[in-house]
């Protein structure tokens, strides 16, 4: 069954600070990667994608690792923001389907505390 | 920001109503799709769309009905609202270029419906 699980459910830092976020997943055939930042009341939007051969990318102060022999992959926030506060959601897409079908993690509850 | 759009925003209404979710949007996608979303819980997708006149059941089963009569717009609608369908509903859309798999499906802000 393809699945996408994410860890922690939440997660509460200090301005400034740096934090990482998991993402284990069993979707096959894999195609990509992508990590999305979710404000409240806000509709997802993408920070990265990876792909197979990837196994890193970086979007600013967001820089996502991509290991696909275990696959596993992690988000992590450098000198965070009050403006991170937010749920980071891991998809992963199968490259078997035409549709490109989306699996989704339930995300990271992030908050930034000044 | 992508340029897609929905609304309303926030929906408050009785048991028994019929209801329409409007969702636009302005990048020429061919691709559609409508996701529901309970609080703390994952994304499922109920409808998908890959161009004019073309609608798909998702995976997650649901008693909306949606259209696709023009590019641009691609409406949900509930015949008679229940409590049980209180949800956020999330509408995406992607272009159609090569595989499938890497194109970015961009979302709008959601319509959060309450039932009562």
């Known amino acids: 069954k393809n699945q996408v699980e994410q860890s922690p459910q939440s997660l509460i830092i200090l301005e400034g600070k740096n934090c990482t976020l998991q993402?284990?997943?069993?979707?096959?055939?894999?195609?990509?990667l992508r990590w999305y930042k979710q404000d409240t009341g806000r509709g997802p939007v993408s920070l990265t994608i990876m792909t197979f051969s990837e196994n890193t990318k970086s979007n600013g102060r967001y820089t996502a690792t991509l290991d696909a022999d275990t696959k596993q992959s992690s988000l992590h926030i450098t000198a965070s923001q009050l403006s991170d506060s937010a749920s980071y959601i891991c998809v992963v897409t199968d490259r078997g389907s035409t549709l490109g079908r989306l699996y989704f993690g339930r995300g990271t509850q992030l908050t930034v505390w000044p | 920001e992508a340029d897609i759009y929905q609304t309303p925003r926030y929906l408050v209404i009785g048991t028994g109503k019929k209801i329409t979710l409007e969702c636009s949007q302005t990048m020429g996608h061919d691709k559609m799709y409508w996701y529901q979303q309970d609080p703390g819980m994952e994304l499922h997708l109920i409808h998908y769309s890959y161009g004019v006149n073309s609608t798909e059941k998702g995976d997650l089963s649901s008693e909306s009905t949606v259209s696709r009569i023009r590019t641009e717009h691609f409406p949900l609608t509930l015949e008679s609202a229940r409590p049980s369908h209180t949800s956020q509903y999330l509408c995406?859309?992607?272009?159609?270029?090569?595989?499938?798999?890497?194109?970015?499906?961009?979302f709008g802000p959601g319509t959060r419906l309450t039932v009562l």
């Open positions: 993402c284990n997943y069993t979707v096959s055939p894999f195609s990509n």
């Open positions: 995406a859309s992607s272009e159609v270029r090569g595989q499938a798999s890497y194109n970015e499906q961009f």
